[in-house]
């Protein structure tokens, strides 16, 4: 099926695109988070209308409906990464996700004193190892990108050279938020594991556009968010190697994690309850299951579809001499980060905004990353299954007018400044 084919029918698939609204603005941040499937949507709404009831709880008969329902759930997001779903743990997010190992791993579960953090991890893959860190006195260490982010051979050969013995935790994307490189994490974590080290892969922007196998990936830990993959906001997974499961300590303590309690101590039931203390997300369970079905069904499409589109997208914006395109161009998904270094890219942005682009203009948390290519901020576009010919074009002709429009307005400000 070629693109041109395919991207009607799942922009059908999102009230988002519908006629009335088609005109609001053209998409392009779904790295930021994505339109809702209709179908999740629809599904939840009715759950909660006529069918809704607390899970985990009680034997009457709808809420023994919900339970099964919330199970059910589960299990589709394992099928989802190919995954046992004793191992899918529910959260709010990638970033609850990456705090509960963070919090949850005790001293006698590491065995180095390195963490070792991408250069492009997103700020919720560097903050609760930084905690680890000064809590257990390791060290953190930077594996390196080349010039303008750029993952090549000889990173992929310096990242593997730089997993030894003495590292406790490799932390990685899948994909990189800003970047949109997609990651070798299989090789990585199979060196990770014969060094007993713990690999914690952030698939927060993975999920949605490639093919996801954790039992391929050798890691210990998975995370991502329902929100970037056509989902509903506050609801994640965290998916843990059953070893590591039973000996991560929960960090989040409550009503319904627990076998026995008294006023000195509990002792918790296994997992993934053992870290879902509280009333879930229920109907965020719920729709991110409608949500990965999707994926799961449509998935093969779509990484061919948007592939194609963000050929285009390159083609197109590699013709721009103004700007600098940052990351990969093989081994990516649909994101393009820029910045256009002789114009002030915040008024670019603006200007696009203006001309209904949405795309997101700063650090897209990754400040570190974006120190270390020496640059302040940038422009990012990114695609979803549901972007088309159309939606790149109308970009690619904004940012034209937007960039000669900034033209301008620097030669205005010269002759302004000269005539002073
Ligand atoms: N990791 C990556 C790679 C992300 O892109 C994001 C969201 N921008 C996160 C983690 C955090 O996700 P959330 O805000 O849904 O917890």
């Given at each position: 099926m070629t693109d041109k084919q395919n991207a009607p029918s799942l922009r059908s698939c999102?009230?988002?695109?519908?006629n009335n609204n088609q005109h609001l603005c053209t998409y392009l941040d779904s790295a930021a988070s994505t339109q809702k499937l209709s179908a999740a949507l629809d599904y939840t709404d009715a759950f909660a209308r006529h069918q809704y009831a607390s899970v985990h709880r009680s034997a009457y008969t709808i809420a023994s409906a919900a339970t099964a329902r919330y199970e059910e759930a589960r299990k589709s997001l394992a099928r989802f990464i190919n995954a046992n779903s004793d191992d899918i743990v529910f959260t709010s997010g990638a970033t609850e996700s990456i705090n509960m190992i963070a919090k949850g791993l005790?001293?006698?579960?590491?065995?180095?004193?390195t963490i070792l953090i991408v250069q492009s991890e997103h700020h919720a893959n560097i903050l609760p190892w930084q905690a680890l860190a000064e809590a257990f006195s390791l060290n953190i260490k930077v594996l390196p990108l080349a010039e303008n982010g750029v993952f090549n051979e000889q990173t992929h050969a310096h990242w593997l050279n730089e997993i030894?013995?003495?590292?406790a935790i490799l932390a990685c994307a899948h994909v990189s938020n800003v970047l949109g490189n997609i990651y070798p994490v299989a090789s990585l974590c199979k060196k990770a594991q014969e060094h007993n080290a713990i690999s914690v892969i952030d698939g927060t922007q993975a999920v949605a556009h490639i093919k996801t196998d954790v039992a391929a990936l050798h890691c210990d830990f998975y995370v991502f968010s329902g929100h970037k993959m056509y989902g509903p906001t506050g609801i994640g997974v965290c998916w843990g190697r059953a070893v590591m499961l039973e000996k991560l300590r929960p960090s989040k303590l409550g009503g319904?994690?627990?076998?026995a309690v008294s006023f000195e101590a509990y002792t918790a039931v296994a997992p993934p309850l053992k870290f879902e203390a509280g009333t879930p997300n229920i109907m965020g369970a719920l729709g991110l299951a409608q949500a990965c079905d999707f994926l799961a069904q449509h998935l093969h499409d779509i990484e061919r579809q948007e592939a194609a589109l963000y050929r285009h997208l390159c083609h197109k914006m590699q013709a721009i001499h103004e700007i600098t395109m940052l990351g990969?161009?093989?081994?990516?998904?649909g994101i393009v980060s820029f910045y256009a270094p002789n114009a002030d890219n915040h008024s670019l942005a603006l200007k696009l905004y203006q001309k209904g682009i949405a795309l997101r203009f700063g650090q897209h948390c990754a400040m570190p990353l974006l120190s270390s290519m020496g640059i302040s901020a940038c422009l990012r576009v990114s695609l979803g299954c549901y972007n088309n010919r159309e939606d790149v074009d109308t970009f690619v002709s904004a940012l034209k007018e937007a960039l000669a429009d900034s033209a301008e307005d620097s030669i205005e400000d010269k002759q302004y400044i000269d005539a002073r």
């Open positions: 999102f009230d988002f695109f519908d005790s001293q006698s579960m590491l065995n180095g004193s030894n013995d003495d590292v319904e994690m627990v076998q990969n161009e093989s081994a990516s998904i």
